[in-house]
Each structure stands twice: as C-alpha cells, then as structure tokens.
C-alpha cells in the first residue's frame, strides 16, 4: 500500500492562525507537533516512510520538507510531488497516480490511500485499523472512510448509506451484524441546515464525510475515462507532458468529478476522534470534549469561552460568554461562537483593505529555517533568526540597509565580504550595505541570532542574491 497526503489547502477560515504563506496544515493546534506531522506519524501505523508521499505547491514545498524531515531525518524530497498550479483535488490526485504509476513503478492495482493532512485524529490506532480494513477488502471499489456522527453538524459534508456488503463474497447483500462489512454509497450530500442535520442523525443512515479515499491506479484511471475525459485525456499522456499541460485541467474536486457519479464507491465507518478542523467553532468543540482550553486563559464570572494563544500572552475575560478568542503574534481575532463560518467575510475586508496580516506573519517560514520580527520601525528592524542544521541562507547583499549580527544559540558560518568567520555563542560581526554576505548553520543543533537591521530601507525586497541552493535567483 501506498499513500498520498495532500497539503495544498489554504485554511482561510483559521485567520490569524492561518496564512497564505503558512496554512493550517503547518501549525501545531493541539501538541507539538503540526497537523501535518502528525498525519504523517499516523501513516507510520500503517506504512514504511517510504512508501508516504505529499502533493503540495511551490510555495509550501520547503515547509513539507523540513517539517517531515525534522521527525523523520531520512525523508528524501524525491516523495514531494510538486503541483504546477493549484487546480482542486481531483487533479492533484491524478498527478499523484501518475506520478506513483510511471516515476516510482508502482503496480497499477496496488491500493493508494489518499489523505488530506490538515484533520486532527485523536485515535491513532483506531484510524490504522480501518485503514488496514480497507486495503484488504476495498478491491476494484473506490472505498471511503466515513465518521460516525456525534451530533448534527452542518460544517461537514454527508455520505448516504445503502447496503452492507459481505466482506467474504465481496458481493452486495444486506448484513446482519457482520461487523466487518462495510457499505456501498448511496449519495454524497453538501453541507445541511441544521433543520436536515438533524434529519440525517435520526435516519442512521449518514456519516459525515472524511474526505480519504482508497483505490488502485488501474480503477481510478477507469473512473476519470468514464466520467472526467477531459481529465483523462491530458492524463493519457506521458508524466511530463501531463506537467506541461496540469493547468489546462478544469478545477474539480475528487468528490464532484468521480465520487458522487461513480456506482463504485464504497464506505468503511471509522470512529476514531476526527476533526477536519474547518473552523474555530469546530476547533474550540474538539477542545471543550477533551477539556482543553488555554492554561493562559483566566476567567471570571464568564462561560463558554475559548482561548488559544500562539505567544503564551495572559488572557483574561470578565462576564463575557460565547466567545472564541485567538491571539497570534501580530492580530487578535474574537468572534461569537457559531460565527467561524464568517471568518472569510471578515477576511474578505482585510484583503481589500490590503492588511499586510492576510498574507504573513512576524513569524516568517523559509526553506533553511525561519525569522521572526521583534521591533520595525522605519530607520531599524530586530529579527530573531532560526538556521536549520546544514542550511544556508542565499549568498547575497542589501543596497539599503547594513546588518549586525549576534549569536545567541549554536554556531554560526558566516561569510562576511572576502572574509569566511566562524561565530560561536556571543560572537558577531558587523555587515556594510552592499558587501556580500552569507549566514549558515555548519552544525548538528539549530543556529539562533539576533539579527539588527540599520539604513533608510528595509522592505525584503532590498535582496541582490548570487547564489542559492533553494533555486530563489
């Protein structure tokens, strides 16, 4: 068995938390490690590493890298797929199926599971279970996991169940008890009002829908002939011709262009604690069943109020209820419970009004590491730098601006003009505007500086690079 995590998706409804520049499935919402970490971890339940590859874009492909290589070190870029341009996920699965089939020479009926990586799983080994339920009995079928319900929830998507199927024979018939059977789809159903939500929990017969998938590349490529050949034609051709002509696909999801035409989709319920994480309300649920709210939070005489806090900032509320406060390091969003769905209006304004927070953060995400602003002002700026081990910044220099930096963790490389310098703990050196200069981490621990920006410029756009192993020139 193969798998494909995807990780393209956007958050947009987690503002501030979320940005264009560091989405959902990057951040830690409920341990330290991401949600895209810990989808990786919940593969290792089921897989070698080496067989779990990622679909992501060009701007987050740096971001998949480190953060899988710093809980697996032998992670190779070779299983990050690359998507040229975002197109939905039905296009981006089939990249990945090609890629698997002609690039890794994977046996056209060997099963792929496809997982996005920005739900939360609170059960593990309940997830693993299924997931190794359906690579045994899914076969031709395109098989799905759906949740059990807990409660009629209009944040989520539906699938209707029709038979059981005998997971002996393999063929349709109606089970009785049979806990091993799983069901053939009857119908997928957008998100309901609550009115229907509650229709759907009392029927028995829907579970909401997870969005994971399982197939083989021979019936998938039969499914996108029968039912998206505008797909399968471009899907014909060879890998780097499909590369060539990616954006020419029509935006579609897997759910619109196969799923809810196909008469071969069947679904295995899972209940293993899942959260797609679509919204603070769903978030701030998910914390309040497992009794886990901000240890920064201080109330009194209020209720029904969530907090989380990225800063480890002290927040206080006073007769207030039916909050969800999120505080980051540059915004603070608050917002009546039951309003996460209009986070995007409120995003929506920001855009227009063209508010820096839309798109990054004083905490700025790079391929060797990452920085985070402490004071900007118009004649200086204070950057707190993290370096990787073995990473390296581009060797470049600034026409506007000099630097100075301190070591304050680790061991530094710096080239500073004509001059190379190793810096230890405590250790500087003064950078002139327009000398060239490099910063690196020649070893095994993180590298942290105090970065002190002086000169009349100091956008990031003041960068002439010469040289760079990320490919940035």
Known sequence: MQSVILCGGSGTRLWPLSRKNYPKQFLNLYSDKSLLQETFLRMRLVMPAQNIYFVTNRDNYYNVFNQVK?????????????????????????????????????????????????????????????IKKMGKLVLHNIGTIGITPTKPETGYGYIEKSFAVDPVSRHGMTVRGGGGSFFKVSSFKEKPNKEVAEKYIESGKYLWNSGMYMFTAKTFSAALKKYVPEISKIYGEKYEDFLKHFSDLPKVSIDNGISEKSDKVVVFEGDFGWNDIGSFDSMADSAMENKKNSPRHVSV??????????????????????????????????HKKGRSEDVKKLLAHLEEKKYPEVEHNIIVHRPWGRYEVLMDTPFYKVKKILVYPGAKLSLQSHEHRSEHWVVVDGMAGATNGEDYII??????????????????????????????????????DDIKRFDDIYRRI
């Open 301 to 334: 005489d209020s209720k029904n109020i969530f907090v989380h806090t990225t800063s480890n900032r002290l927040v206080a509320t006073l007769g207030v209820e039916d909050l969800v406060i999120i505080e980051n390091s540059d915004s603070i969003l608050i």
């Open 70 to 130: 710093e809980i697996n070190p032998a992670f190779k870029e070779e299983n990050i797929i690359l998507e040229p341009t975002a197109r939905n996920t039905l296009p981006a699965i089939a990249l990945a199926v090609k890629y698997l089939k002609e690039k890794i020479k994977i046996p056209v009926d060997e099963q792929i599971l496809f997982a996005p990586a920005d739900h939360s799983i609170l059960d593990g080994a309940g997830f693993a279970k299924v």
């Open 423 to 460: 810096l230890n703990k405590s250790e500087s050196t003064f950078i002139p505007a327009r000398a060239r200069h490099r910063l690196e981490n020649p070893g095994k621990t993180n590298l942290e500086i105090i970065e002190v920006q002086l000169g009349p410029y100091l956008g990031e």
